[in-house]
């Protein structure tokens, strides 16, 4: 399968029951696909978290909503142009796939490893329908696009702002946690990423990490939270899908109480998820995986009967990845050092280990990590 940088401009981009039992969709239209103002269809299948969960799935969703010229509070295509279904628990993931390609859309949209042997198989037997896959470059057939992101890069960055963080707070001896999903290489990119960016700023630093081993309980993740927070850690970055709603919700009850914990967001700007006050959060930034954008790339690709079997990687110089600075506790200074360290990723200066293996090879990166490599 051939592998393509994709280069991207960004300006203006960024219940019923259904006949198969444990799915749900997440309003009601359509039995079929019909006919679309942009004359193509779409439906995107997720995990139980589904579109609601703030993170990944949600900015899939921004995507799509953003291609048909609809937004989160005006839908009106739904269940015409593009639906979504929700899969509550993974054995119903080939079922949904086979639903959606009985349907006739003109691509079928799936988010996260954990879907990638279920449509692998369905694929396989319908060669002539479109498939895109977020997150996964390892898909190699011809009728599916991959879309991975350079997650290691990003999380530098945000690692690199805490770690800034911690210093102008004076914190002695700083200790920072992970918090993961579902294990995996491209989870294991978030965390050595974000270590990575720490030790830049803090070689001396302290790390934790911790797998949920799934994307939809959060109150798993906060209890590991609240256990860290109370032991010292003074932030928490969490790739965890829904799961990571834990973390944040626990710096927020911390923060309230006037103790200076920090969480760290994850795919979308969670700065709001964080909200204690008017001006204040506890989300200090979020790494921002742009997903958009490459629902834009898939659905054009199919409207001009472009579409093939690709890998595209949305890295730091494609603008895929980057950090948000909503929070004004990302203060200029500070904002400044990690615009420098983009500009030393995206010219070749800084390269980011994305394994634990290539990882552990840096002085001062922690040997003992839970991280996985595929």
Same mark, same amino acid.
């Given at each position: 399968?051939? %592998? ?13 029951? $259904? ?25 995107? $299948?997720? !995990? ?16 799509? $909503? ?19 279904? #929700? ?13 959606? #390609? ?7 949209? #799936? ?9 692998? =198989?369905?694929?396989?037997?319908? &060669? ?36 800034? %963080? ?5 914190? =002695? ?15 294991? @990119? ?17 790390? $934790? !990490? ?7 309980? &959060? ?32 710096? %927020? =009850? ?14 979308? !700007? ?8 008017? #001006? ?24 001009? @009967?472009?579409?093939?079997? =690709? ?21 200029? !200074? ?7 360290? %983009? ?32």
């Amino acid at each position: 399968m051939k %592998k393509v940088l994709f280069c991207v401009v960004m300006a203006g981009i960024i219940t019923a029951a $259904l006949v198969v039992t444990g799915c749900t969709k997440q309003k009601s239209g359509a039995v079929s696909a019909a006919p679309s103002e942009a004359g193509i269809t779409v439906r995107l $299948l997720t !995990d139980a978290t589904g579109i609601d969960d703030k993170s990944f799935n949600a900015a899939t969703w921004r995507g799509i $909503l953003e291609f048909y010229g609809d937004t989160w509070q005006n839908t009106r295509q739904r269940g015409t142009a593009y639906d979504v279904v #929700t899969a509550e628990t993974q054995d119903m993931f080939i079922p949904i796939i086979r639903q959606a #390609t009985d349907e006739q859309y003109d691509l079928i949209v #799936t988010t996260g490893f954990t879907f990638a042997d279920a449509l692998t =198989e369905v694929a396989k037997d319908n &060669p002539n329908q479109n498939y895109m896959i977020v997150d996964v470059d390892w898909v190699d057939l011809p009728n599916v696009l991959n879309v991975v992101f350079a997650e290691h890069e990003g999380s530098y960055l945000v690692g690199v702002a805490t770690a800034l %963080k911690a210093r102008a707070d004076g914190i =002695e001896q700083p200790k920072f946690g992970f918090i993961g999903g579902v294990p995996g290489a491209t989870i294991t @990119k978030f965390e050595v990423g974000f270590i990575q960016g720490v030790l830049a700023v803090l070689p001396d630093a302290q790390f $934790l !990490d911790y797998y949920v081993n799934s994307w939809g309980e &959060p109150g798993l993740a906060k209890t590991q939270a609240k256990a860290w927070y109370d032991s010292g850690v003074y932030a928490i970055y969490s790739a965890a899908g829904g799961s990571g709603n834990g973390t944040i919700a626990q710096a %927020k =009850e911390y923060r309230i109480q006037g103790k200076n914990f920090w969480a760290i967001g994850v795919d979308s !700007d969670q700065y709001e998820e964080g909200r204690y006050t008017d #001006t204040e959060s506890a989300v200090l930034t979020s790494m921002l995986k742009l997903v958009e954008p490459s629902l834009t790339y898939g659905l054009n690709a199919v409207k001009n @009967k472009t579409f093939k079997g =690709e890998v595209v990687t949305l890295d730091m110089k494609a603008a895929g990845v980057g950090y948000s600075t909503t929070n004004a506790a990302m203060t200029q !200074d500070i904002i400044a050092q990690i615009e420098q360290a %983009k500009q030393q990723i995206v010219s070749g200066q800084i390269t980011v280990a994305a394994t634990n293996a290539a990882a552990r090879q840096i002085p001062g990166f922690p040997q003992d990590l839970k991280a996985v490599d595929d």
